[in-house]
């Protein structure tokens, strides 16, 4: 897709993993943006392990309910225009799960991790270089035993 004025940039409070590429062709959706199946067009999404933060329940479901957020913030704000139908929907309702903006909720989080004991967050790369230590200190001591 062009980037153009007229495209919605990425939803930038998503936590770590998911939800963002799903709220963003919703909001292209509510904005009346017209898709179109490329018939001789090829995509292909290689097989992967898990990355370490998308395994991380707790930020998925708080993905979650930012997308169900968003969902509803951006259905009100284009009601009336022209939005591209859901299959098999006659009519559309995207209710708040929560009853507050995406803002209110992540201050609310922010307040109730205060709150909760003190647990370490890694950045990716951080993780993998702590396996990668793990790892060859565990080749150190196979090759000492050896």
């Not at 004025?5 to 990425?10: D, E, H, I, N, S």
């Not at 998503?14 to 959706?29: C, S, T």
């Not at 097989?47 to 951006?74: D, F």
């Not at 909720?105 to 205060?114: D, H, N």
Request: include cysteine; hydrophobic fraction near 35%.
């Amino acid at each position: 897709m062009k980037k153009t004025k007229f495209v919605p940039a990425f939803f930038e409070k998503f936590v770590d993993y998911g939800q963002n590429r799903l709220e963003w062709v919703n909001h292209l959706r509510f904005r009346g943006f017209h898709f179109s199946l490329m018939s001789q067009g090829w995509l292909f999404h290689l097989k992967h392990t898990q990355s370490a933060s998308a395994a991380k329940q707790p930020l998925r479901a708080v993905n979650e309910k930012i997308e169900k957020i968003r969902e509803a913030e951006e259905f009100e704000k284009y009601r009336g225009e022209w939005m591209v139908p859901v299959c098999g929907q006659t009519e559309e309702s995207h209710p708040n799960p929560v009853g507050m903006t995406v803002e209110e909720f992540l201050e609310k989080q922010t307040q109730s991790q205060a709150q909760s004991p003190k647990t370490k967050r890694l950045s990716r790369d951080q993780e993998l270089a702590e396996k990668f230590a793990k790892k060859r200190e565990y080749m150190k001591r196979k090759k000492m035993h050896e």
